[in-house]
Nanobody, 115 residues
Framework: VQLQASGGGLVQPGGSLRLACAAS????????RDWYRQAPGKQRELVAT???????VYADSVKGRFTISRDNARSTVYLQMNSLTPEDTAVYYC??????????WGQGTQVTVSS
C-alpha cells in the first residue's frame, strides 16, 4: 500500500487548509485511516481517525476545528482544518491500517501557521 499526502502549506492564523491522503496498491476492504502530526521537538501525536464505516475520533486539541472524512471510491481521506493556530504547525502524516492490522505511513506534508 502506498500513501500520497498533499495539501499542506503556509496559512495565516485563523485560516483553513484541506489535506488529502490517497491510497493505492492492495487496499483492504475494511481499513482504518488516521492523521498524525509531529511538531519540531515533539512526539508524533494522533490527530484524527476514521474507520471504513465512517466512525471518527479526534484529539481534544482539534475537536470542533478539524474534520476527517473519506471517499472510499477514491481511496482518499481528507482532513479539513479550520481556525488554525500556530500550535497546529507540524508535519502531518497519514496512516493506513488494513484488516490484517498492517500499518503504512505516508511521506508527510508540512503545515505552517504563521502571520
Amino acid at each position: 500500500v502506498q500513501l500520497q499526502a498533499s495539501g499542506g502549506g503556509l496559512v495565516q492564523p485563523g485560516g483553513s487548509l484541506r489535506l488529502a491522503c490517497a491510497a493505492s496498491g492492495s487496499i483492504a476492504a475494511f481499513d482504518t485511516r488516521d492523521w498524525y502530526r509531529q511538531a519540531p521537538g515533539k512526539q508524533r501525536e494522533l490527530v484524527a481517525t476514521i474507520t471504513h464505516a465512517g466512525s471518527t475520533v479526534y484529539a481534544d486539541s482539534v475537536k470542533g476545528r478539524f474534520t476527517i472524512s473519506r471517499d472510499n471510491a477514491r481511496s482518499t481521506v481528507y482532513l479539513q482544518m479550520n481556525s488554525l493556530t500556530p500550535e497546529d504547525t507540524a508535519v502531518y502524516y497519514c496512516r493506513y491500517t488494513g484488516s490484517d492490522e498492517r500499518k503504512y505511513w505516508g511521506q508527510g506534508t508540512q503545515v505552517t501557521v504563521s502571520s
